[in-house]
């Protein structure tokens, strides 16, 4: 008999768990956890699920001077998500709602800090500092970083990936992405890095890491104890390590705005070099995964933005016809 069919307890207790999975994973784990930290705000300030468009205004009122407008619009995503779900009236289709965070967005919006893009160049340097720190966590993070960037890998991708995802060919390396954030069917898809000849080769510092603390399974990045020792390989390492790493890393490399680093200035990097070393649009994307053409064509307009520029004629020697 199948679940449906059903009146036994445990099985009913089956499907509700075997359903709410799959409520789950619906949308990503990051977006989930977002949405449910930002659903906790709400709570938080003493408002009441399912609200009322006359609590949404209230709220919008209340957090306006208190985060940008980006932050608010997820707010009311969670919040358009949890009443949808639950087939509760939205409050926040309504017209007033909809004025207000308009109002918001035309009040407090500026422009948006973008994470500052790696180069080439920064990585070669990051190389170079992580070799002079003989611990198994340099070594880690440098691993970490470079695969990153070469790989334009999203933070979630890139502490995810385990030993089994690895593919070494004579070409360089295949590594398996079971499911991201444009694949949430888990259809998988592949990244392949070259070896390289530039004298900084990802691949071979990834093979390098696996050698020297003689990885058998589990994830490629694990987490470490205090004195650089792997705690486990069941788990992979937290994704704040990787922010703070860059943190960490551009400042000990000196770089200017070392602050506007982060976990994002690897792929970003990775987007605004190709396209300034000659790569096609549709190589640029197919490598990083991407589905959105305006979020690479922004990339590439940041990195050309000095090539073909009209102003560049004006330093020309001016002829009349």
Not at 79 to 94: A, S
Not at 173 to 180: A, D, K, Q, T, Y
């Amino acid at each position: 008999m199948g679940l449906m069919q059903s009146n036994d307890p445990r099985a009913i207790r089956a499907q509700t768990e075997h359903a709410q999975k799959m409520y789950d994973n619906s949308i990503s784990r990051n977006t989930r956890l977002n949405y449910k930290s930002d659903l906790n705000k709400f709570r938080g300030m003493g408002y009441e699920l399912p609200a009322s468009p006359r609590d949404i205004v209230r709220y919008l009122s209340e957090v306006s001077k208190e985060y940008n407008p980006n932050t608010i619009a997820r707010h009311l995503k969670a919040l358009r998500f949890y009443h949808r779900i639950n087939n509760f009236v939205d409050p926040t289709d309504d017209e007033m709602v909809k004025r207000i965070f308009k109002g918001i967005k035309n009040t407090y919006s500026t422009p948006l800090k973008k994470a500052k893009a790696l180069t080439v160049d920064d990585m070669k340097k990051i190389d170079a500092y992580y070799s002079t720190v003989d611990t198994l966590t340099a070594q880690r993070n440098n691993v970490l970083l470079q695969i990153g960037f070469f790989g334009a890998f999203r933070r979630s991708e890139l502490v995810s990936i385990r030993l089994d995802h690895l593919t070494f060919t004579k070409d360089g390396v295949e590594i398996l992405i079971p499911r991201s954030k444009t694949d949430q069917e888990g259809k998988g898809q592949v990244c392949a890095i070259p070896f390289m000849k530039n004298g900084l080769c990802p691949v071979v510092i990834l093979k390098a890491w696996i050698k020297e603390v003689d990885l058998k399974t589990g994830f490629l990045f694990p987490p470490l104890s205090s004195g650089g020792k792997i705690l486990t390989t069941i788990k992979p390492v937290n994704i704040d390590v990787l922010y703070l790493a860059i943190k960490a890393v551009a400042l000990a490399c000196d770089f200017p705005d070392a602050e506007r680093y982060s976990g994002h200035s690897l792929r970003r990097g990775f987007a605004t070099e190709a396209a300034k070393r000659g790569a096609s649009m549709s190589a640029i994307m197919k490598h990083g995964r991407w589905q959105d053409i305006g979020t690479v064509n922004g990339y590439i307009e940041e990195a050309t933005k000095f090539v073909d520029n009209a102003a560049s004629v004006l330093d020309m020697e001016y002829t009349s016809k």
